[in-house]
């Protein structure tokens, strides 16, 4: 049972490139998630999927676009990478209907934008 | 607007030492409070959710508490494994969870 999975751990994009992070959770969760994570600012929800073939942005979606591919994918896309989008993403997934059950969460993708 | 802040932003303990963090928040509505752990290069891990003032949830060493404005979490006698980054999150009406910044604990043997 591998919970929440992440690919790739880590990437370096150049400024305008294009990258999609890729998440699959096996829970049989319908709500899943993207968040990322700066230092001293906490987690920060970029784009949700309350269940699938729904999406819904979150607080900070400027920059990002995502696919909910299935049940158990979610994926997040930057068009054009930019420097301020370098940062820790992590993917997460709940409950169905369940608004105040825990998210679980997977290991992040490190971004670096140079 | 609402807020999440955590206090402080960095504790340091020799193990034995028992202290407790601060998670105070300023919501609409509060749904639920949550605390996570999260260890170096790993993402969250749930610990505990809260819902009304006077609850209390324990788990090993730790223990957190709510009240109508903060929520603690209390680590009694930790020990280096205890060694963390926790997270409180406050759910408020409309479905909306904030997370707070975080506190690094650092327990030495």
């Known amino acids: 049972n591998a919970g929440v999975t992440q690919t790739p751990k880590f990437q370096v994009l150049k400024t305008g490139q294009s990258m999609t992070l890729q998440c699959a959770q096996d829970?049989?969760?319908?709500?899943m998630y993207w968040y990322r994570q700066d230092p001293g600012m906490g987690l920060r929800l970029i784009y949700y999927?309350?269940?699938?073939?729904?999406?819904d942005k979150g607080e900070v979606p400027n920059g990002y676009n995502v696919s909910r591919l299935n049940k158990r994918e979610f994926s997040l896309r930057l068009e054009s990478a930019a420097p301020s989008q370098t940062s820790v993403y992590f993917c997460?997934?709940?409950?169905?209907?369940?608004?105040?059950?825990?998210?679980?969460f997977g290991n992040g993708t490190r971004l670096t934008v140079t | 607007e609402d807020q999440v802040t955590q206090s402080p932003e960095a504790l340091r303990l020799q193990e034995g030492e028992s202290s407790s963090l601060n998670c105070s928040y300023t919501?609409?509505?509060?749904?639920?409070l949550f605390w996570y752990r999260q260890d170096p290069g790993k993402g969250p891990e749930f610990l505990f959710t809260l819902y009304s003032a006077g609850e209390e949830k324990e788990k090993e060493r730790l223990k957190a508490t709510l009240t109508k404005k903060e929520s603690f979490l209390h680590i009694t006698a930790p020990k280096p494994e205890d060694s963390a980054t926790y997270l409180c999150?406050?759910?408020?009406?409309?479905?909306?969870?904030?997370f707070g910044g975080g506190t690094r604990v650092l327990v030495k043997p």
């Open positions: 919501v609409s509505g509060l749904r639920g």
């Open positions: 999927s309350a269940s699938e073939g729904t999406t």
């Open positions: 829970m049989n969760h319908n709500s």
């Open positions: 999150a406050v759910l408020a009406a409309g479905n909306k969870l904030t």
């Open positions: 997460a997934s709940s409950e169905a209907g369940e608004s105040n059950s825990p998210l679980h």
